[in-house]
């Protein structure tokens, strides 16, 4: 059969043993719980409590501060002890609430709802919101928004982002190996939002044992459809994963939506299932927590709002000095400099390695090689749009298409110079982009 793909992309080395066949460990947290009020993309999040009040896991603590916003919510029981700015991933100082734990972990109980078969679109889709759920695959983009397109009656597919193309990333797997019925079931949820709508469950040929069980689960579903990927880096992007599987193109000026699809990934469709079958609020994830540094690599269920330190603990702790500590993927993720930081609702991983390959030696001088340029998935010119933007040259950039850079991170990877292009690029798209929201370019 003919698996599909996209052009360009990497093939670097996966890293996946080390995790992927260890069942997912519960975690308990210990101590203070950190939630800042920025999870996500859009307003910050508003407080709904003062220092003193006692919550319960799954209390809401914090509202949504605008429509494109998510409200936020405790996943513990005990006391807020303070709501002051605190350090989060990306080193800046963030408004957040902090609970210290009772170790009851005592519960809110859920109000009764009825089954999703008989809720509208409408019911659905607040449930979705209340539950506080953003994209859990990186961007933290409100999940109730993305589900409400202006013409939902034009999505031709939803689908599930299975591919995890990062190395090192095994959540997924691990997710859809031991919970596909919760994946497959908030799919269908999904679906139901979408009434001319086929589900694709898209996954990476690397991961045999899941294609082979969900097509086993989908046999009777006439509306998903299981599609297996080349495994190729970046087969999970969203614009690559569109065209891989419905060969539609995007650019960075569209939504998914504008060419009739919806992409989603595991965790968040599993969190849409326990919001919507069970009334739970947006509690938990799984983070792959590995690297030749860390002594016992594993996936964790993590309660959101856990301190990172404590996910190192859980892995046995350094087995070997780190040289470098990334939030998220060694690809797209970013280096952490203080590992005392929360877990977010969009956090996917972190990677502890004893050599940091990147700043070891250059960056040189290019030599045209032109591996960038057959390597990058957004038919872009890495090498020159990197000159561009260490020129802060806006023009040349936005004329040579800087912004359909995905910032995946292939061009930066196969250079030989070890030039740092994406990151170059990178600021400059996010120049751009603020540029773009106060509406000073297009
Ligand atoms: S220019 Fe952007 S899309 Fe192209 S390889 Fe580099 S990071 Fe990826
Ligand atoms: S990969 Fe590096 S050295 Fe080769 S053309 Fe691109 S920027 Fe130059």
Redesign the pocket.
């Known amino acids: 059969m003919l698996k599909k793909s996209f052009m360009g992309g990497i093939h670097p080395y996966d890293g996946k043993d080390l995790t992927k066949d260890i069942p997912i460990k519960a975690v308990l947290p210990k101590g203070e719980l950190v939630y800042p009020l920025v999870q996500h993309i859009g307003a910050p999040a508003v407080a709904v409590v003062s220092v003193g009040d006692k919550v319960l896991a799954g209390q809401k603590i914090a509202d949504a501060g605008g429509f494109v916003s998510a409200p936020v919510h405790a996943t513990v029981s005990g006391k807020i002890k303070a709501i002051e700015p605190r350090r989060t991933v990306t080193g800046d100082l963030v408004m957040s609430i902090v609970v210290e734990n009772d170790n009851y972990y005592e519960e809110i109980e859920a109000a009764p709802i009825k089954p999703w078969e008989q809720m509208t679109a409408a019911q659905i889709l607040e449930r979705i919101r209340d539950a506080g759920i953003v994209g859990m695959g990186g961007a933290g983009f409100p999940t109730f928004i993305k589900m409400s397109p202006r013409e939902p009656d034009k999505i031709d597919y939803v689908i599930a982002n299975c591919a995890e193309c990062e190395p090192y990333l095994t959540s997924d797997y691990r997710r859809m190996l031991e919970e596909p019925e919760n994946l497959i079931g908030g799919l269908k949820v999904l679906l139901s939002l979408f009434v001319n709508a086929r589900g694709i469950l898209a996954v990476e040929d690397n991961k045999p044992a899941c294609i082979e069980l969900l097509r086993e689960l989908t046999k009777e579903e006439p509306r998903i459809i299981v599609k297996e990927l080349k495994t190729k880096y970046p087969q999970g992007a969203e614009r690559q994963l569109i065209y891989a599987t419905t060969g539609r193109l995007v650019n960075s000026s569209m939504l998914p939506a504008d060419v009739g699809c919806i992409v989603s990934n595991v965790d968040t469709i599993i969190t849409v299932n326990r919001a919507v079958t069970r009334g739970k609020a947006m509690m938990y994830r799984v983070v792959t927590v590995t690297g030749d540094a860390i002594a016992s690599p594993g996936n964790f269920l993590v309660r959101i709002g856990t301190n990172y330190r404590q996910l190192i603990d859980e892995a046995g702790g350094f087995k070997k000095e780190p040289a470098k500590i990334i939030s998220g993927g060694p690809m797209m993720g970013f280096a952490l400099f203080d590992t005392d930081v929360p877990t977010t609702k969009t956090t996917s991983a972190l990677l502890a390695f004893s050599r940091d390959e990147v700043s070891e030696g250059g960056p040189d001088a290019?030599?045209?090689?032109?591996?960038?340029?057959e390597t990058c998935p957004g038919r872009v010119l890495?090498?020159k749009l990197?000159d561009y933007a260490e020129q802060e040259n806006e023009q040349a950039f936005l004329q040579y298409n800087g912004m359909e850079c995905c910032e995946c991170g292939c061009?930066s990877y196969?250079?030989?110079?070890r030039?740092h292009?994406t990151q170059s690029i990178k600021s400059m798209r996010r120049l751009m982009l603020e540029r773009r929201k106060k509406g000073e370019t297009k």
């Open positions: 290019c030599i045209n090689c032109g591996k960038c340029v890495p090498r990197a061009c196969v250079c030989p110079a030039r292009l």
